[in-house]
């Protein structure tokens, strides 16, 4: 009998695979392949590191996924199915790459980051039992989600599964209908954390329907409403939620008291674009998000060149429903002025979708060539010169093929530029001043943008974020933390919140307060453990918090993540602070990182 003592823990427990994957990989391997990896790196991934999942382990067709709450489970595997279900709509039957999920809370091993047991079994033998595009829950997990979240279930009745001793009860979801988790009609919505309402009007943009009939035409409705969110920030007298947060709830049945609730404000915009034969009609509709009143609404119709127009339309009428006070000022201030080519609005939607997190450097590369499109076709036109900025900053914040005096030059061409245009427009200013910074192309003049795209618009999350890290490479603690807190308010529901968790494990660190330091290095990894600057920077605070055996654990994941990894050269990042840089370098030698 061993004496070796075995880690057990309560968990829930999701697991995945891919319907009919054998088919399909006989009907097309490579393709099949590819867009498995596209749907997991877009879709799944994402959407599990939203809810706090962490993914054990996967497999060919599947994966196996760890919550610490059936809640924080059963809204991530809706989450997942609702996502993959709108990736779906236009593709045939026969082509669709459709999971099915099984969830169960219950007992497992913990052994060497892998899981066994009982409740491991429990979940993978429900999803076999689950359709395709499904989730099937145990009735330990219904139990747990009953009441909490906004899902209605079918009693299945008990089930028996391949190699489980007893029946056991299941649950199926009701992936179209909206409601608590119930059985029976009447039980009570489920009830997120409120969030204290700012002292001013706050207000979140959802994403817009596309009722062009053309699902490429997404990019086209996601980047109207983004444009619309950025000039309701321009507003100083208005608190906006982020995009990234508004657009967690792109193609899901929204309860507006709840988003209002989830996102902490008082109002709630949703509508519908179609664009169609040359021209493009605008709905949209303001709701009190405390009563679920509707306020306003009403419907634009123009040419497509009138898009900035009818956008500034749809801005001044949704400011006048919130504020009739709002000084006519302010409002002209906000006010764009056209540009000379629809065509490139239309390059610059089409490449917003990968400046937020690019996932491959082809992508990248494809979203810069519709930034260059777009400066080609108005030179005018500034949004799209920061768009480009980040593309050449994500090149080498990525260490992706590149030439780097060729990206330097083109960075100098597009700040200078900018200038000429005279522009004060956040996120143009903010993004270009980040990848001067970061590209230490010229930091101080990085630093003036940043700061200049947040007097300009102090709502505009980004800007803070580019200068909470900043601010961090320079060798800053508090003001920075400060920075990437302000973003966590605007964006509660960010599903790239590791990285601001992160960027707060750094003020410690930077401050000396390494417990606190690592606590936040916990937190990050615990949302998205395959960061890998995030876990490189946990092993620095590990190490100083005296933390070794996290830092080696650590260590072993980054190599499993990327076996040729090694840490760059000193002075070769965008850390501007000698003694820091030292600091945190020496801290990751003595973990044993390669260098």
């Not at 007097?455 to 320079?474: C, K």
């Amino acid at each position: 009998m061993t004496s070796e003592r075995v880690e057990r823990r309560l968990a829930a427990v999701f697991a995945a695979d891919v319907a009919g994957y054998s088919r399909l990989m006989g009907a097309d391997e490579e393709g099949t392949l590819a867009r498995l990896k596209a749907i997991r790196t877009a879709l799944v991934d994402p959407a599990i590191a939203s809810h706090r999942g962490r993914i054990v382990k996967t497999t060919g067709d599947g994966m196996l996924v760890e919550f610490a709450s059936a809640v924080d489970a059963a809204r991530g595997a809706v989450e997942v199915q609702r996502r993959i279900a709108e990736q779906n709509s236009g593709v045939p039957q026969d082509q669709r790459i459709e999971f099915r999920i099984g969830i169960h809370v219950g007992d497992i091993i913990f052994d060497d980051n892998d899981i066994f047991g009982d409740g491991v079994n429990i979940a993978a033998r429900l999803e076999g039992i689950a359709e395709p595009g499904g989730v099937c829950l145990s009735d330990d997990t219904y139990r747990q989600i009953r009441g909490k979240v906004e899902i209605a279930c079918d009693d299945l009745g008990p089930q028996t599964l391949k190699n489980i001793a007893e029946p056991v009860r299941a649950w199926r979801v009701q992936l179209g209908g909206q409601g608590a988790a119930t059985a029976q009609p009447g039980s009570p919505a489920g009830q997120a954390p409120a969030l204290a309402l700012p002292d001013k009007p706050s207000i979140a943009v959802l994403p817009f329907q596309n009722l062009s009939g053309d699902p490429e035409q997404a990019f086209f409705a996601d980047g109207v409403v983004e444009d619309i969110i950025t000039a309701l920030s321009r507003f100083k007298s208005l608190f906006v939620i982020a995009r990234n947060s508004s657009f967690t709830y792109k193609g899901k049945a929204v309860d507006i008291k709840q988003v209002g609730r989830e996102l902490g404000v008082r109002y709630v915009v949703e509508g519908s674009v179609r664009k169609a034969a040359g021209r493009v009609r605008i709905t949209g509709q303001l709701i009190d998000a405390a009563t679920g009143a509707h306020l306003w609404a009403d419907r634009f119709d123009g040419a497509l060149d009138d898009l900035f127009d009818l956008q500034d339309s749809i801005t001044r009428q949704l400011v006048g429903a919130i504020d009739p006070e709002l000084d006519r000022a302010e409002i002209v201030r906000a006010s764009r002025r056209p540009i000379d080519s629809i065509d490139a609005i239309t390059e610059l939607y089409r490449g917003l979708p990968h400046v937020h997190w690019p996932t491959t450097p082809e992508n990248n590369d494809a979203a810069l060539q519709h930034f260059r499109n777009a400066i080609a076709l108005d030179p005018t036109f500034p949004n799209p010169y920061g768009g480009a900025a980040m593309c050449l900053m994500w090149r080498r914040a990525n260490y992706w093929p590149a030439d780097v005096a060729s990206d330097d030059a083109e960075l100098l061409r597009l700040a200078d530029r900018v200038k000429e245009l005279g522009t004060d427009d956040a996120p143009t200013v903010s993004s270009l001043g980040f990848a001067l910074f970061h590209n230490r192309v010229n930091c101080e003049a990085g630093i003036e943008m940043v700061d200049r795209a947040i007097r300009s618009n102090p709502n505009f999350a980004r800007a803070y974020i580019s200068r909470g890290w900043m601010r961090i490479w320079d060798g800053g603690s508090d003001a920075a933390i400060a920075d990437f807190e302000q973003v966590m308010r605007f964006s509660p529901r960010d599903p790239f919140s590791f990285v601001l968790m992160i960027g707060i494990a750094n003020g410690h660190f930077n401050a000396g307060r390494y417990a606190e330091a690592a606590i936040w290095a916990d937190r990050s990894i615990q949302t998205f453990p395959y960061f890998i600057p995030g876990l490189t920077t946990a092993i620095a605070c590990y190490v100083e918090a005296g933390r070794l055996a996290d830092a080696q654990k650590v260590k072993a994941a980054i190599l499993r993540l990327s076996p040729g990894w090694r840490l760059p050269p000193i002075g070769s990042g965008p850390i501007r602070h000698l003694e820091i840089s030292k600091k945190f370098r020496e801290a990751v030698l003595k973990a044993g990182l390669p260098e």
